[in-house]
């Protein structure tokens, strides 16, 4: 399958863009899928996940509250709703997919076998 997310940019601090993550190749159907990021300088860390069939999502603490992972398995895409956005949530964010039973979400990065190429997301101060 083949991820390709958008919607990234400068964004000021307290504003709330939408990520969409689109799939080809294979239906998102298949797979749980998540959010990561990765800031300059750090590790990738996980962001949000949903299961197959958007029964069960999982968040970061930093960001639990104020994002929200969905998705449109008739559309293959995936969506991260971001709010109150901080310069701290500056960073690329990656769209990955993982095959497993519906039910099941995970969030570290080895479980996934997919990813796009990432987006990125700048906040101003």
């Known amino acids: 399958v083949q991820l390709q997310a958008s919607g990234g940019g400068l964004v000021q601090a307290g504003g709330s863009p939408r990520l969409s993550c689109a799939a080809s190749g294979r239906t998102l159907s298949s797979y749980v899928m998540g959010w990561f990021r990765q800031a300059p300088g750090k590790e990738r860390e996980f962001v949000a996940a949903?299961?197959?069939?958007?029964?069960?999502?999982a968040y970061a603490d930093s960001v639990k509250g104020r994002f929200t992972i969905s998705r449109d398995n008739a559309k293959n895409t995936i969506y991260l709703q971001m709010n109150s956005l901080k310069p701290g949530d500056t960073a690329v964010y990656y769209c990955a997919a993982a095959p497993r039973p519906f039910g099941v979400v995970v969030i570290t990065p080895g479980d996934y076998d997919y990813w796009g190429q990432g987006t990125q997301v700048t906040v101003s101060s």
């Open positions: 949903i299961s197959r069939g958007a029964g069960s999502r």
